[in-house]
């Protein structure tokens, strides 16, 4: 099991939990879930605009790229 968390900045600049969930397996499949989220539920802020990604080693550079984080650096 593993617990998924995209965190943000709300409208008054403070750290918030947008989307969370425990899932029972890591696919890649499941950060695209939380990727739509992220499309459709912030729509101020574009993906291309999200400077990091963090995460534990299963996906890597190229994977959140490919999701549309094309600034972003994995660590």
């Known amino acids: 099991m593993v617990i998924c968390a995209i ?19 890591e696919r890649q499949d499941i950060y695209a879930v939380q990727t739509a989220f992220l499309k459709e539920f912030a729509p101020g802020r ?15 550079q190229s994977v959140i790229e490919n999701m549309g984080f094309t600034n972003a650096r994995f660590i």
Not at 52 to 58: C, T
């Open 7 to 25: 965190t943000m900045l709300d409208e008054t600049n403070h750290v918030c939990v947008a989307c969370e969930g425990i899932v029972c397996g």
């Open 46 to 60: 574009p993906l291309t605009e999200v400077l990091m990604v963090a995460g534990d080693g299963f996906f890597d």
